[in-house]
């Protein structure tokens, strides 16, 4: 079966660095996008990775690892605005995505 | 660029009531949209994908006949809730990509619907 496993929850402090993993298991490969999700609203796009190695956007980053079935997303200098859930999602051979349950960040003062 | 429009964002009505959602991108051509459900604290559950022009392809679980979806247009695709019940109260979110395969996704604001 198809199958994305990322940490339930976690909690950093305000101007931390956070890395949130993403593992995953799926049918073919096209493609791995990170979404932050704010309670009560939609996901808006972060990132998309299809190739290996570090993408990086002003204070976040992905990286992805293929031959690992891996992810992450790094988060710096962390505003209490960063507080959300983090979701992964790969698109497998079909070009269906496949989502993750999510991160649920909580950022302290 | 790549805005989804969702209309209405809050619906509270009776049991046995139908319910259309709206969802429409705005400023590009959506060959193919998708239809989620979220329960609280809970991950994205994709209901269904249609292509603009054909039936849409619903996942495992989902009652086709209960939630209708048209996509009539490039622009413009409906979910509706047939004979809503409690169980239904979720928060109801599309997405939409300009071409078969295309990625990412773009969100509209989600829909929450109450079934009293």
């Known amino acids: 079966g198809q199958n994305i496993d990322q940490p339930t929850e976690m909690t950093a402090t305000e101007g931390a660095i956070v890395q949130i993993n993403c593992t995953y298991q799926?049918?073919?490969?096209?493609?791995l996008f990170w979404y932050q999700q704010h309670a009560g609203e939609a996901p808006t796009f972060l990132s998309y990775?299809?190739l290996d190695g570090l993408e990086e956007k002003g204070r976040f980053s992905s990286f992805l690892s293929r031959s690992k079935g891996y992810s992450y997303l790094l988060l710096k200098e962390l505003q209490m605005k960063d507080s959300a859930s983090y979701l992964c999602?790969?698109?497998?051979?079909?070009?269906?995505?496949?989502w993750g349950a999510g991160t649920k960040l909580i950022i302290k003062p | 660029g790549a805005v989804v429009s969702q209309h209405p964002s809050w619906v509270i009505c009776k049991s046995g009531t139908s319910v259309k959602i709206e969802c429409r991108s705005l400023?590009?051509?959506?060959?193919?949209m998708f239809w989620y459900r979220q329960f609280p604290k809970q991950s994205l559950m994709l209901m269904a994908t249609?292509?603009?022009?054909?039936?849409?392809?619903?996942e495992q679980g989902v009652e086709k006949d209960k939630f209708l979806i048209n996509h009539a247009s490039l622009t413009l695709s409906t979910l509706t809730v047939t004979s809503a019940h409690p169980e239904d109260s979720s928060f109801y979110i599309c997405?939409?990509?300009?071409?078969?395969?295309?990625?990412?996704?773009?969100f509209g604001d989600g829909t929450r619907l109450s079934i009293l």
């Open positions: 249609s292509n603009e022009g054909s039936k849409a392809t619903y």
């Open positions: 997405s939409a990509v300009p071409e078969i395969g295309g990625q990412p996704q773009h």
């Open positions: 990775n299809v």
């Open positions: 400023d590009f051509q959506a060959t193919t």
């Open positions: 999602a790969v698109m497998d051979s079909n070009y269906q995505l496949i």
């Open positions: 799926t049918s073919g490969f096209n493609g």
